[in-house]
Structures are given as structure tokens and as C-alpha cells.
């Protein structure tokens, strides 16, 4: 058996060679905690600097991820009926403001449009011989008026002329009968003095003459009142019948208003008639469906042959000419937000950033504006943070290039102080 060192079994040799460690590693110690003390200020000014940063970009920057594109979406539809007989697109295809999607059978429509055309015509010559019409009867109405005047005025001449002439007859019957009575009184006071003959025959025929010559003017002169009678009530006859039409033609004037109003019921009717005519035409030009912008065309919902009618939706043009962003803030981000702040926009879909500005802050919460608001009164109630849609406008120039879409997820950056 080998010997055993003899100092190998005592404790104190042990200890010995772990003093002696100990000694060999005392110079590395000192360098190893320093750089653990390096290391650890580093991670703790590391620490710092990003609690100073996340400060600074908190106090002067609000963010959130609650955000999409927003944009219109067209509803295309019909605004007349008919069979469609082209369908210039096809599903998700680009197209342009102005293009013809859809044509539906104008030849209806056309027919319309001719035959409103005729009836403008026709309204518009009634028209212009209703406007003839209007000085014509004018100048008809003068004239008779004038006519008819002068006319009550030469029949009141006549009465007064036919009554002067009664009046004269009158006259002459009265002296006619004197005559005859003083020729008749002659005679017999002379009948007795020829029987005596006292006179001669002769002389007593001559009174005889006297006597019957007196009678029969008498009854002449009798006869010119019956005439001058007559006369004086066809005088007033004409003159009643000169002032009937006297008052026929003062009537003129409510025809010339009537004239006046055909003619303005004509002109009604002729503008009747051309907006007849502008409405078929707009019905004809409603044959066909144009883009009403720059887009995209999805939801296809009709065929060739189809028969459309009114307000049919055919399908959905989501618009690339106005998009914007739509952010729902926290109410606790709004303190320092306002219109016209500058937004950085990055876009996940793309992995591109944007600029915009902020511009409005929406008026109420979303849960407000949701289907079914909530009702605080009622229930327990329990605090939550609201959120504030806001609207943000990509700065001019930056979606030309088309490659944003409603209901892309983006996440802004506002910059809320100087």
C-alpha cells in the first residue's frame, strides 16, 4: 500500500489552498464589480433617457390605433326604367369620372323626346297667334268705341232735330186749325148773305175754296205731326241702339284682357311644353349610368337584360377622389388637439407614412352616436374611457397616387404642442 502524505488528511491543509485561491483571484475582483457598476448606471441611464423620451413624445405627441381610411361609397342606381343593353365594367374595376357603366334601350326615350319637340312647336305657334290677336282686338275695341260714340252722339242730334220738326208740325196744326176754323166761320156767316144775295156766287165760292183749302191743310199738317212723331221715336230708337253698342264696345277692353290672358295661358303652355321637353331629354340622357368620380366599381349587381327600374340599386363605386382618416381618440388625448394640427399617418397595409392635418373634432362620443346609446341613469354605473372620433385630411397631394382605401387600418401621430 502507498504511504499517505501525512498532511493530506488535516483540515488546515485545505484552507491552505483556498487561502491560496483566494490570493490568486484578488486582483481580477475589483474590475469585475466595475463593470457591473457600468453596466448597471447604463442600463439605468438607458432607463431613464427612455422614460425622458416616452415623456417628451407623450407631452407632445398623442397616438392611438383606433383608426381607419374612411371615403364615400356611391350607390349607383337607376333614375329611370328599362332594359339594360351595355355593361361597360366589370367587378372591381378602376374607372373614371364621366365613363358610361351602364346603358339602358334609349328608343323609347327617343320617341318621347320627338314627340315633346312637336308639341313645343305646335304651343309656340298658338303662341304667336294669340300674341297677333291681342293688338288686333285692341285696335278693333278703339275704333268702335270711337265709332259707337260718334254715333250716340249724331242719335241724340237726331232725337233733338226729329223733336224740333214734331214741334214745328205742332205748330203748323194749331195754325192750320185757326185757319180752318176762322174759313169754316166765314162760311157760314156767308151762306145766309148769298141766299139773300146779298153777295155774290161768286165770292161765296171763293169762302167755299177758303173753307175746304184750310180743311184739308189741317189735315195735312195733322199728318206731319204723325210723321214728325215717327221720326222722333226712330231717332230714339237709334239712339238706343247707338248706346247698346256704345256699350258693347266699351266692353272691348275686358276683351282684350281676355285676348291677353289666352295669350298668357299660350306662353304657360309653351313653357309647359319645353320643360316637357327638357325632362324627356333628361330622362334620355339618364339611359346611361356615368361614374360620378374617380373609383373603384364593387358589389355588381346587374346583367345584360336585365329590366331595371327607379332607384334599383346596380352597384357601388367606392370613390378615390376624398378620402380621409377617421381617429377614435380617448377624451383624455383631446386636452391639447385642435383643428389644423399636423398628423403623421402610418399605414399598415403599405408600411408608408402620410401627412395630414387635423380637421375637426367629432361632436359627440362614439358610444353616443352608436345604434344603441348607453343609458348611465339606469344600472350601476361604471366609468369608462370615452372615445372622440376625429376627422384628418391627408395634405394636398398625398393620395394621388390612389393607394388608400376605406376601411384600411392606419395609426396617426398628432403633434399637439410646438
Known sequence: MAEQNPESGRPG?????????????????????????IIIIGVVALLVVVALLFWWHST??????????????????????????????????????????????????????????????????NYEAAKINVP???IQTNASISQYGANVKGSDAGIKRAQGQLDEAKAQVAQAEANNVKA????????????KDVISKQQYDQYVATAKADDAQLVAARANVAAAEDQVSIARQQYAESQAQ??????GPNQVKMEKSKADQAAAQVEQARAELEQAK?????????????GIITKKNVEIDDNVSVGQNLSTLVSLEDVWITANFKETQLRYMK??????????????DYNGHVTQIGGATGSNLSLFPPENATGNYVKVVQRVPVRIDLNEGENQDHLLRPGLSVEPTVRVKE
Open 246 to 251: 256704345l256699350r258693347n264696345a266699351l266692353n
Open 136 to 138: 288686333v282686338t285692341d
Open 60 to 125: 407632445f405627441y398623442e397616438d392611438t390605433d383606433d383608426a381607419s381610411v374612411d371615403g364615400h361609397l356611391i350607390q349607383l342606381s337607376s333614375r329611370i326604367s328599362g332594359q339594360v343593353i351595355h355593361i361597360n365594367f366589370t367587378e372591381n374595376s378602376l374607372v373614371k369620372k364621366g365613363d358610361v357603366l351602364v346603358e339602358i334601350d334609349p328608343r323609347d326615350y327617343e320617341a318621347t323626346v320627338q314627340q315633346d319637340e312637336a308639341n313645343l312647336e305646335a304651343a309656340e305657334a
Open 282 to 294: 333628361l330622362n334620355l340622357s339618364y339611359t346611361k349610368i356615368v361614374a360620378p368620380a374617380d
Open 13 to 37: 491543509a485545505v484552507q491552505d489552498r483556498e487561502g491560496d485561491s483566494e490570493q490568486k483571484q484578488t486582483p481580477e475582483a475589483p474590475k469585475k464589480k466595475t463593470s457591473r457598476r
Open 339 to 352: 383643428p389644423g394640427q399636423s398628423v403623421k399617418i402610418h399605414v399598415d397595409a403599405y408600411a408608408r
Open 184 to 195: 169754316q166761320l166765314d162760311l157760314q156767316r156767308f151762306t145766309p148773305l148769298v141766299e
